[in-house]
């Protein structure tokens, strides 16, 4: 069975892009079958995939919604799907995005869109990954009501921890009222600098409001210069240096992850960079 994760947060500039790249790029390397959903009308991960001007895409997530708002027939998947070098198929966005909310504003079960696409192309796939907008509202609803799991990078910075009360009371509501099957598959620290205070106090104070009710991962990506370097050149940090401490991070994130997958245990996938 397939199942669909949300890389979400409500903060911009925290790993969002990075991690759901990342992970898709890992998983698929690991022989899995992996979409990447950009969400963002920041279309980061749509660029890091390779696309240099998605503006000039003629169909993009947001063309597929707008398809299934005004009632019309999806169009054909290979008319949109980017497959990628490292083989992910890439469901593009562009600045189009920006406009999710008003396409939605007077919508039957707005709530719904996403998933309703998600629900199209979920027999393709071992493993579909969303990289969300940064903020709360319909289109984290839509991500919410889509996902089987929430990953919430949080950075590693004396606020992190502001708005996550929000973020949570949030995922009771649609767990409780619109996806009971809806999970936080774990809260994963990013651009970590372990040795210092504010890493320390961050991580004591995530574990000892969340730590009962939510996984916190123990393995954090380290902060590292290398990741936009990587970026520069549209590829991950493990493609771009494999033994890169992030890189090393990154795979153990996702062998935790996958480690109760049958799959990964029937045919003994590994996760090399």
Known sequence: ?????????RKGGVGKTTTSTTMAYLLAKAGYKVALIDFDGQRHSTKLSGVMLPEKLPITIYEILSSLVMGEELPEIETYIIHTESGVDLIPANNRLDYFDKL????????????????????RYDYILIDGMP???????????SCDGLIVPVQSETLAVEGMGEFMRAFHRIKTQANKNLEIEGILITMDSERTKVSKRVKAQLQE??????RIFSNCIPRT???????DHCMTICEFEPDNPASIAYQNVVKELTKHDKKTENTGKRFIA
């Open 135 to 145: 903020k709360m509202g319909t289109a984290m609803i839509n991500i919410m009501i």
């Open 225 to 231: 210069i290398r990741v936009p370097d990587a970026a």
């Open 1 to 9: 069975m397939c199942k669909v994760w949300g890389v979400v947060t």
């Open 104 to 123: 939605m504003c007077n919508t039957d079960f707005a709530e719904y869109k996403l998933k309703e696409y998600v629900d199209t192309i979920r027999d």
């Open 209 to 214: 409001t969340f730590g009962e009710k939510v």
